[in-house]
């Protein structure tokens, strides 16, 4: 610091940040303390977080989520499935199963269906959270390290790692917000669009899939029926094709992989906030402390996931109405009714939304119904189904958009018999070249070079041919 001209220091008493570097930034709360060296209140302060946020590795503290999310479930009455209950649930199922083996060749997965309450969606679905949230995660935490200015983050020296793992708290305190929350709207183990639970067995939260109906005007028995039958329908295709949860897997981690956030935001969150109180974080968090603007990249990873979710979400639709609407009268209704809540946005937008600004919302499935529904007019359940083999053939989000185009084009394909003689005649008119090509540049002898060139015609050696004969390897001059 200089010196005045006379020799003396600035009197700097009345800047803040001469006590307490972190004045005015998010941490102020936090380092408050350390004006006139009272480490005490520093260490209390420390103490209340230490108790708040036990210590992990990683960018999440998946326990403290599972465990946060575990109590939101305990705020209100979580009855567990009896004995009864799996037995009406698992009647629906046979029902379900024996209505879908009429309407596509997927095999069922499981003779019986789970039935879970909330709590126990929230420890089968911890796993998938692991797995979804991680890769931004990181992204998401590693930008609260950076929240501070740089004068700051110089002064905090080698405590500037409690600050990432505050992030981490934070985040992990919001993630189990969000999925406790979700454990209210939640009616099977494919409704976030992904799979929770042991793989290849349906499984209805009973508490809920009870309430989907009410306010429907139909028989809670036809609710529930229709809730396995697409519950059942889900894990048809998600077994049928293996690759399909790691195509949706990658499409998540493609969109977290450099993910830029904005501190700003977070930074003026954070001077709202009193770390110590559960309650005010909570209350930030609800807010979205995390906006993120997706880069081209993200915003293709993006377009990639909610193309797959609602062909997935559009195929069980299509497949569902085959097998209800002719023998369930209520069908129909509960139909549309799902629609509608998917419209809305569905149960894990506003999780995935309020975290990082993801959301699994299958924004077209009204036109993926559509595709699948063309496709199996145009050619059969046979040729609808086919198209799950590979991730190649899936449709695009333009073949949304023309779903007639898309099955005219896959029924034509279809139609190629290549064993055919003419399909070999076609194949060889493809490959043979036109019959004005160059002769010259398909190698033709007869024809000489200077027949067209005026600069070898005129006897220009500089452009003359290494070898005389065009046909000749070129091993020689690639050696030299």
């Not at 940040?17 to 302060?45: C, I, K, V, W």
């Not at 590693?142 to 929240?147: I, S, T, V």
């Not at 067995?201 to 109906?213: H, K, R």
Request: proline letters at 7%; one cysteine or more; a negative charge.
């Amino acid at each position: 610091m200089a010196d005045l001209p006379g020799g003396n220091p600035p009197d700097d008493s009345d800047d803040p940040r001469s006590r307490n570097p972190f004045a005015g930034t998010p941490f102020e709360q936090l380092f408050g303390s350390l004006a006139g060296g009272d480490m005490s209140g520093l260490q209390a302060r420390f103490g209340q977080l230490q108790r708040m946020f036990a210590a992990h590795s990683g960018a999440v503290n998946w326990e403290f989520s599972r465990d946060l999310a575990r109590s939101v479930v305990a705020q209100s009455t979580d009855r567990s499935p009896d004995a009864g209950d799996r037995a009406r649930v698992n009647d629906a199922a046979r029902v379900a199963e024996h209505w879908l083996d009429g309407v596509t060749e997927f095999p069922a997965t499981a003779t019986s269906v789970a039935v879970w309450s909330r709590a126990e969606w929230v420890e089968a679905s911890m796993p998938v959270w692991q797995r979804l949230v991680g890769p931004i995660a990181e992204s998401v935490v590693a930008a609260m390290g950076k929240a501070l200015p740089a004068e700051a983050q110089a002064m905090a020296g080698p405590m500037i790692g409690m600050f990432s793992q505050v992030g981490s708290a934070i985040f992990s305190a919001q993630l189990g917000q969000a999925v406790g929350a979700l454990s209210r709207e939640v009616v099977s183990a494919t409704d976030i669009g992904v799979p929770v639970g042991t793989k290849g067995t349906p499984a209805i939260v009973l508490t809920n899939a009870t309430e989907f109906g009410s306010g429907l005007d139909v028989a809670d028995s036809d609710a529930l029926l229709y809730l396995v039958l697409r519950e059942c329908a889900h894990q048809r295709l998600y077994a049928h094709a293996p690759w399909l949860r790691d195509h949706l897997f990658s499409a998540i981690e493609d969109y977290g992989r450099g993910i830029t956030i904005d501190t700003s935001k977070i930074e003026s969150s954070m001077l709202s906030l009193d770390l110590t109180q559960l309650e005010s974080v909570q209350d930030a968090l609800s807010g979205g402390l995390f906006d993120i603007e997706p880069s081209p990249a993200q915003q293709a990873a993006l377009t990639r996931l909610e193309t797959t979710l609602a062909l997935v979400e559009g195929w069980v639709d299509e497949v569902v109405g085959q097998a209800a609407d002719t023998v369930m009268p209520a069908a129909p209704a509960l139909r549309e009714a799902v629609r509608r809540r998917r419209a809305s946005g569905g149960p894990a937008e506003a999780t995935f939304a309020a975290l990082v600004g993801l959301e699994l919302r299958p924004r077209r499935l009204r036109d993926a119904s559509a595709l699948w529904g063309a496709l199996r007019a145009a050619e059969g359940a046979a040729a609808r189904d086919a198209v799950w083999a590979h991730p190649h053939l899936l449709p695009t989000a333009a073949d949304l958009d023309d779903p007639l185009a898309f099955a005219e084009r896959t029924k034509e394909a279809d139609a190629l018999d290549i064993e055919s003689p003419e399909f070999d005649a076609a194949l060889a008119a493809l490959l043979e070249p036109p019959a004005d090509a160059d002769p010259v540049a398909d190698g033709d002898p007869s024809t000489t070079p200077a027949d067209d060139d005026p600069n070898l015609a005129d006897g220009d050696p500089s452009a003359a041919p290494a070898d005389d004969d065009p046909e000749a390897p070129d091993d020689d001059r690639l050696g030299s």
